[in-house]
C-alpha cells in the first residue's frame, strides 16, 4: 500500500507543476479530479472490511450462498479460525481471517478484495485505468506541441529570409521514417523530463489497468471470483484429461443444516441437482450400497448415482452465476456481516 500511494504522489508531485502552466481550462479541472478519484477508492478499498467471517457472524455468512457440492462443500472446517467454512469464503494466511465470497489478496492495496470491497475495488481499478489514459493522453498533447515548436523554429531558422508565415509550417512528423520518429519522442521525453518520464509511465501502465479492470468484469459477467475462476482451471484441466464424472438425479439439501454443522436457525440454501466427482484412473467412481460412500451426495433414499463422463466445462452449471446483472447487483451490493 505504502509503494502505490508513494509511486503515485510522487508521480503528481512531478507532473503537475512542470505541465500546469500548458494546461487548458478543462484540463486544470479534469486533472485534480481524476486524481481525486484514485485517492479516494484507493483508501475505499483498502480501508473497508472485505468481509471478514468471524465466530460472531460465520453463522449470517452461512446463509449467503449454498454449497454447490463441486467447489464448495459443506462441512469443511477451517482449522485456524475453527467454525465451518461458508460457501465462496477462503482463509487469507496475509489477513489471518476468513473473508466472504474471497476474491484475491491484493499487495497494492494491503487488504483482501472480497465480499465487502469488491465493488470498491473494481471502482478503484476503473479510476486508476481513467487516470493513466487521460494522462497519457494530455502527456502526448503537451509533447507533440513541444516537438511543433521545435519544427516551428527549425523552419524559421532556416528560412529567415524567404519565410512566409501563410505558408505554414509542416506537422513536425511529416516526412519523417519510424527511426527519426521514435528518436524525436525519445528528445521529447528526456526535454521535459519530469512530463516526459511520467507520461511515458502512464503508457506502459496502462493496458496493464484496464487489462486488470476488464478481467474482473468478466468475473461479474461469469458470476465468479479470481479465486474460483484457478478451481474451475483444475477442473478443467481434470475434464480434459477423463477423469471427471457427474452424478446425475435430484441430490438433497447441501447446506449446513443436514450436515450438523451450524445449528437450526440457518435457512438452507438451493438443492443441487447435479454433483461431479474426480477419479484416478479415468474411471466410472465404484459402485456402492445406499449409505456408503456416496452418501455424501445427499441423493434421495440414499441411492447409488448413476455417472457419466463429463466432457466440457460448458455442461457443469455455475450455482453462483445468476446473470449478469444479478452479478453486478451481487457486487455492488454486498450481503454485509
Known amino acids: 500500500?505504502?509503494?502505490?500511494?508513494?509511486?503515485?504522489?510522487?508521480?503528481?508531485?512531478?507532473?503537475?507543476?512542470?505541465?500546469?502552466?500548458h494546461l487548458t481550462t478543462s484540463q486544470h479541472i479534469l486533472v485534480p479530479f481524476t486524481s481525486f478519484l484514485v485517492y479516494m477508492t484507493f483508501f475505499q478499498a483498502a480501508f473497508t472490511d472485505p468481509g471478514t467471517v468471524t465466530r460472531e457472524n460465520y453463522r449470517h455468512a452461512l446463509q449467503i450462498y449454498p454449497y454447490d457440492n463441486i467447489l464448495f462443500h459443506p462441512g469443511i472446517k477451517c482449522t485456524t479460525c475453527n467454525f465451518t467454512k461458508p460457501a465462496r469464503s477462503k482463509h487469507c494466511r496475509t489477513c489471518k481471517s476468513c473473508v466472504a465470497r474471497h476474491d484475491h489478496h491484493c499487495v497494492w492495496i494491503n487488504n483482501c478484495v472480497g465480499q465487502g470491497n469488491n465493488h470498491y475495488f473494481i471502482l478503484f481499478l476503473s479510476s486508476i485505468s481513467l487516470m493513466?489514459?487521460?494522462?497519457?493522453?494530455?502527456?502526448?498533447?503537451?509533447?507533440?506541441?513541444?516537438?511543433?515548436?521545435?519544427?516551428?523554429?527549425?523552419?524559421?531558422?532556416?528560412?529567415?529570409?524567404?519565410?512566409?508565415?501563410?505558408?505554414?509550417?509542416?506537422?513536425?512528423?511529416?516526412?519523417?521514417?519510424?527511426?527519426?520518429?521514435?528518436?524525436?519522442?525519445?528528445?521529447?521525453?528526456?526535454?521535459?523530463?519530469?512530463?516526459?518520464?511520467?507520461?511515458?509511465l502512464c503508457a506502459l501502465c496502462m493496458p496493464m489497468a484496464w487489462g486488470f479492470l476488464g478481467y474482473h468484469i468478466y468475473l461479474i459477467w461469469a458470476g465468479m471470483t479470481t479465486n474460483e475462476s484457478l478451481k474451475w482451471a483444475d477442473w478443467k484441466d481434470d475434464i480434459a484429461d477423463g477423469l471427471v464424472f457427474m452424478a446425475e438425479g435430484e441430490t438433497g439439501d447441501a447446506s449446513p443444516i443436514t450436515t450438523g454443522q451450524a445449528g437450526t436457525d440457518?435457512?438452507?440454501?438451493?438443492?443441487?441437482?447435479?454433483?461431479?466427482?474426480?477419479?484416478?484412473?479415468?474411471?466410472?467412481?465404484?459402485?456402492?450400497?445406499?449409505?456408503?460412500?456416496?452418501?455424501?451426495?445427499?441423493?434421495?433414499?440414499?441411492?447409488?448415482?448413476?455417472?457419466?463422463?463429463?466432457?466440457?466445462?460448458?455442461?457443469?452449471?455455475?450455482?453462483?452465476?445468476?446473470g449478469f446483472w444479478?452479478?453486478?447487483?451481487?457486487?455492488?451490493?454486498?450481503?454485509?456481516?
Open 1 to 21: 500500500m505504502g509503494f502505490f500511494l508513494l509511486l503515485l504522489t510522487t508521480c503528481l508531485f512531478m507532473w503537475v507543476p512542470a505541465a500546469w502552466p
Open 132 to 200: 493513466l489514459t487521460y494522462g497519457t493522453n494530455v502527456t502526448y498533447s503537451l509533447l507533440s506541441q513541444l516537438l511543433q515548436d521545435r519544427q516551428q523554429s527549425i523552419v524559421r531558422f532556416s528560412n529567415q529570409q524567404h519565410f512566409r508565415p501563410e505558408s505554414g509550417i509542416p506537422h513536425w512528423s511529416t516526412g519523417l521514417n519510424w527511426s527519426n520518429y521514435f528518436a524525436l519522442w525519445g528528445w521529447a521525453i528526456i526535454a521535459d523530463v519530469f512530463i516526459g518520464g511520467v507520461g511515458l
Open 266 to 322: 440457518i435457512e438452507p440454501p438451493v438443492p443441487r441437482k447435479r454433483t461431479l466427482t474426480r477419479t484416478v484412473n479415468g474411471e466410472p467412481p465404484g459402485y456402492s450400497q445406499p449409505g456408503s460412500k456416496h452418501s455424501h451426495l445427499g441423493l434421495k433414499g440414499g441411492g447409488v448415482p448413476k455417472w457419466r463422463r463429463v466432457k466440457s466445462l460448458k455442461e457443469v452449471e455455475n450455482t453462483y452465476d445468476g
Open 326 to 337: 444479478k452479478n453486478v447487483g451481487g457486487v455492488f451490493k454486498p450481503v454485509i456481516l
